[in-house]
């Protein structure tokens, strides 16, 4: 298993910025996909982002599309999730993910594609 640890979250005002990492140890980073999810009080954990093995492939939520990035350095063991354009609606505590190699990248919006989680870092958007 490969161990995530998050950083980076925060308080900000809407409209502002923040850039999460989640930085990987254990095991070839490049054998994992990786994915951000989020889960605000009350509510169930949601799928954010994605980005596949080689970094050449990505997925987002509607929900985010146009605000937030995901990205990787492989060099780095480090994935990392710029979010642009915050809303309040934004606030949630996140999480990255990783899943194996030899899944169906298809399925990289869904829980069970991944293997290990991370422990969360909170995200808190004022209006």
């Known amino acids: 298993q490969v161990q995530l640890v998050e950083s980076g979250g925060g308080l900000v005002q809407a409209g502002g910025s923040l850039r999460l990492s989640c930085a990987a140890s254990?095991?070839?980073?490049?054998?994992?996909?990786m994915g951000w999810f989020r889960q605000a009080p009350g509510k169930e954990r949601e799928f954010v982002a994605a980005?596949?093995?080689?970094?050449?492939?990505?997925y987002y939520a509607d929900s985010v599309k146009g605000r937030f990035t995901i990205s990787r350095d492989n060099a780095k063991n480090t994935v990392y999730l710029q979010m642009n354009s915050l809303k309040p609606e934004d606030t949630a505590l996140y999480y990255c993910?990783?899943?194996?190699?030899?899944?169906?990248?298809?399925?990289?919006?869904?829980?069970?594609?991944?293997?290990?989680w991370g422990q969360g870092t909170q995200v808190t958007v004022s209006s």
């Open positions: 254990g095991r070839t980073f490049s054998n994992y996909a």
């Open positions: 993910a990783a899943a194996r190699s030899g899944k169906s990248w298809s399925m990289a919006r869904q829980g069970f594609f991944y293997d290990s």
């Open positions: 980005v596949s093995w080689g970094g050449g492939s990505t």
